[in-house]
């Protein structure tokens, strides 16, 4: 008998099909949500294609798991195995993504004047008064402005520098992103030959370290850089800068979960060994460790208007000298 690593998760056992069928009914409650901000042209941003395809990938995910759960064929199925590990793999990581890119269109729109292009054209007086309009004195912000900056009580200068090394901070970490992603798909579509004759086990189990870690390490770096801007860089506004972390963390736990799983080996998918993944306990852990906190941060990132409070634009952040045009 041939040792691989254990599967995340487990085996679909009857004891998974409830939840299985938890999850994929509140991901086809996302499913409406992601459609109308396809079709809001206020809200839409290509920005959040990384964690639309997964939730609406995860329905088809849970509801194959349940229906595994209850046939004893497709249960030990080695390509549905394998199409469960490289899903539950990937979908995190694209998470991750997508709150990088988000985080970079936020703190990049704040690098850019909030005077707006007439005002820094204009006499001191008229810059002042550039964004009043109307008989009641009501004051409108230029694009790219955010609350936060309306609270300072004057104009911010354009900071093309710091946009820059923005830029480039943010760009290593969306090329490593890719990595993690590629590496964890290397070990769902492994993890077929590893579950049947052994081969490329260990590269199975150093993949996953490999793609979870990453992952953790640079959402970690995320939330650093969260609570720096919380507390030090008034210019940002607090809210969108919270609710990343939030999301962050959530992550965060995911993937610190995969990593303390990956260490245990079985023999056999329908073990019930210790570490097998498929005691009781085992499985509440992989419902309450993995999936919930996937399934909460994809609805909380699709909940709000991304496009909106992060001045993504529909393209994201795409290196210009310019705010984002928002409509």
């Known amino acids: 008998m041939h040792e691989f690593p254990v599967p995340i998760g487990g085996a679909p056992l009857p004891i998974d099909f409830a939840p299985s069928i938890v999850f994929a009914v509140l991901y086809a409650l996302l499913l409406p ?43 030990v199925s080695p390509s549905l195995e394998q199409y469960f590990q490289a899903t539950f793999g990937g979908g995190f990581i694209s998470i991750g993504q997508d709150v990088t890119n988000l985080f970079r269109a936020l703190l990049v729109s704040t690098t850019f004047s909030t005077a707006g292009p007439e005002a820094q054209s204009s ?86 370290y490999a793609s979870a870690g990453i992952t953790v390490a640079f959402v970690g770096c995320l939330l650093g850089i969260a609570a720096y801007v919380l507390v030090a860089v008034p210019r940002v506004p607090k809210f969108p800068v919270l609710y990343l972390g939030i999301i962050c963390i959530l992550i965060m736990i995911v993937g610190l979960y995969r990593i303390g799983v990956t260490k245990h080996s079985t023999t056999s998918l329908l073990s019930t060994a210790p570490g097998s993944q498929n005691s009781t306990g085992e499985k509440v852990a992989f419902w309450i460790l993995h999936a919930a906190p996937e399934w909460i941060s994809a609805t909380m ?4 208007n991304c496009r909106r409070t992060y001045k993504t634009g529909f393209w994201g952040d795409r290196n210009s000298d310019k705010p984002p045009v928002d409509v």
Not at 301 to 304: C, G, M, N, Q, S
């Open 33 to 75: 949500v992601i459609i109308r901000r396809v079709f809001d042209r206020r809200a839409r941003t290509i920005v959040l294609v990384g964690t639309s395809a997964f939730a609406i990938e995860h329905i088809v995910t849970f509801s194959l798991r349940a229906y595994a759960s209850r046939n004893a064929g497709p249960r």
């Open 123 to 208: 006499s001191p007086a008229r810059s002042a008064g550039s964004s009043v309009a109307g008989s009641s004195g009501d004051v409108r912000p230029s694009p790219g402005r955010h609350r936060g900056d309306e609270e300072q009580g004057k104009a911010q200068k354009d900071q093309p520098e710091l946009r820059k090394w923005i830029r480039g901070c943010f760009g290593i970490m969306a090329i490593l992103f890719l990595a993690a992603v590629a590496l964890g798909i290397i070990a769902g579509v492994d993890f077929k030959s590893a579950m049947q004759s052994g081969a490329n086990a260990d590269l199975v189990r150093q993949t996953r």
């Open 301 to 304: 990132l699709v909940a709000i």
